[in-house]
């Protein structure tokens, strides 16, 4: 299994898993800071999620579910569990890695829904040693599946028009042909009509060179990096990677300009580090760097990204650093913060 295959059967996220009763309220809440959840298939090849924490797992067989994927981009998403009226909400995941993983997800799920159920009193009397084997990577005839099925669901779904009844042809506009011809007008239109489901494919691979590669793992190591290029060399398109393969809750994406904040989805550099134009002695910037609403952004953040360093004058940078230490209470470079410049 290659690096894709990897990033789309595994997360590393924050999940909570909320049981519901019958009209949808959370009876009970269980929150794992830091989960590992894991795609696969049990003794009876059924799509199983599993979720782990360092303690006791927990599975869940994934039979009728939801996908709630609006704020994938922000690292969040959810899965219900429909029969079992469970919720798993998922937070501070890398955004990309989510795409991956939610897209195998829908694509396994809508590909086996062809085969045979099993029931537990199979179940019982197969006694079958419990096992866990992570999916097989998506192949081409997966999603075609997937397709096939959905495609079938919509044409077995029928279609309810305002002006249709049940009742007889003779009472209906008064005329057979003329009702025959409105039947016909309807069933050209329901054809016209897109599907209620968008048709799947194959995930996207991260399609980097070797060099960019070899940044972005640099980057995920943990190290201070400084990548630089010249115009069209990819520097951008490597800098949205990085930022989709890192935790967002703990990942500040700023840039020297406005401008280039907005090209990156982020912030400029002086209103993350909250001491205005750092014109202000030392003493003054480290207080107010000390406000409640700047400190918690100082605390929480463990990778800052500054797109456009060329530009930040070294007093700034310096009174930054210097900043981070004083704020983060931490003698290290930026006080432990990771640097992606």
Request: with cysteine; glycine share 8%; charged share 25%.
């Amino acid at each position: 299994m290659n690096l894709a295959d990897h990033l789309s059967a595994e997360i590393q996220s924050s999940i909570t898993i909320e049981y519901l009763n019958g009209s949808g309220q959370a009876l009970n809440r269980k929150v794992m800071r830091n989960a590992l959840t894991s795609l696969g298939r049990n003794e009876f090849r059924e799509l199983v999620l599993k979720v782990r924490d360092g303690k006791l797992p927990q599975n869940f067989i994934l039979k009728q579910i939801q996908l709630f994927t609006r704020f994938i981009r922000d690292g969040k998403s959810s899965i219900v569990l429909q029969p079992d009226n469970v919720q798993l909400l998922i937070s501070n995941c890398p955004s990309d890695k989510l795409k991956h993983f939610m897209k195998t997800l829908m694509i396994k799920h809508e590909a086996g829904k062809n085969g045979k159920p099993v029931n537990d009193r199979m179940k019982l009397l197969a006694g079958l040693p419990r096992t866990f084997e992570t999916i097989s990577p998506v192949q081409r005839k997966d999603v075609e599946q997937a397709n096939e099925m959905r495609a079938k669901a919509n044409t077995e779904t029928p279609v309810k028009r305002k002006g249709l009844s049940n009742r007889e042809p003779n009472k209906t506009n008064g005329c057979p042909q003329k009702r025959i011809k409105n039947l016909l007008f309807m069933c050209q239109i329901s054809e016209l009509r897109p599907s209620k489901k968008p048709t799947l494919s194959m995930p996207r691979q991260l399609n980097l060179s070797t060099e960019q590669s070899l940044v972005l793992s640099t980057v995920l190591s943990g190290k201070n990096v400084f990548f630089t290029g010249s115009a069209g060399t990819g520097k951008s398109f490597l800098l949205k990677r990085i930022i989709g393969a890192l935790p967002p809750k703990s990942t500040y994406a700023t840039a020297s300009t406005g401008v280039a904040a907005c090209h990156i989805g982020g912030t400029t550099l002086h209103a993350f580090a909250g001491i205005g134009s750092g014109k202000a002695s030392l003493e003054q910037c480290i207080e107010l760097a000390n406000r409640p609403g700047v400190r918690q952004h100082w605390m929480s953040c463990r990778h800052l990204i500054i797109d456009e360093i060329s530009m930040v004058e070294s007093e700034f940078f310096d009174k930054l650093e210097a900043v981070a230490r004083s704020v983060r209470r931490r003698d290290e470079p930026f006080g432990g913060i990771q640097l992606i410049v």
